[in-house]
């Protein structure tokens, strides 16, 4: 009991701080929203090459990062989101890890997904969203 309250007691103690110290410290930061694109865009990259290199420090990541970047100016270019990529990347070790976990415990059988009326109809949900909105993005295309 003693543990929950001295918990409480530093969250209350946090955002008190957060509101205070927090105002002051994004006001101190939207003097970057001015800062020109041209002189804050080299020194991000630069940051950000600099921060790979010291975790890593090998070249490889830093070519990785490079066609990353690529990559996204591409999208850009075709006017597709990069926001599901992002998505995708951060989400897809856990979910590899968990559909090899569920594969491995049930012999390897992929048949395992449509066992139950619930997982059927799931991905039969799933099936007919697909649908929808590919036969969607064609009739708007044409």
Not at 49 to 75: C, H, K, P, T, V
Not at 95 to 101: A, H
């Amino acid at each position: 009991m003693i543990l929950a309250f001295g918990l409480f007691a530093l969250m209350v103690i946090a955002n008190l701080l957060n509101w205070t110290f927090g105002g002051y410290l994004m006001q101190m930061m939207a003097v970057m929203a001015r800062i020109p694109k041209q002189l804050l865009m080299p020194s991000v990259l630069l940051l950000a090459m600099a921060a790979i290199y010291a975790e890593q420090a090998n070249m490889l990541s830093l070519f990785w990062l490079m066609g990353f970047g690529l990559f996204g100016m591409f999208l850009r270019l075709v006017d597709m989101p990069i926001l599901p990529f992002v998505i995708a990347a951060i989400l897809a070790r856990p979910l590899e890890l968990t559909s090899r976990q569920a594969f491995s415990s049930l012999g390897g059988d992929p048949w395992f997904l449509f066992s139950s009326v619930t997982s059927s109809l799931l991905m039969a949900g799933c099936l007919v969203i697909i649908v929808y909105f590919i036969r969607r993005n064609a009739n708007e295309a044409a």
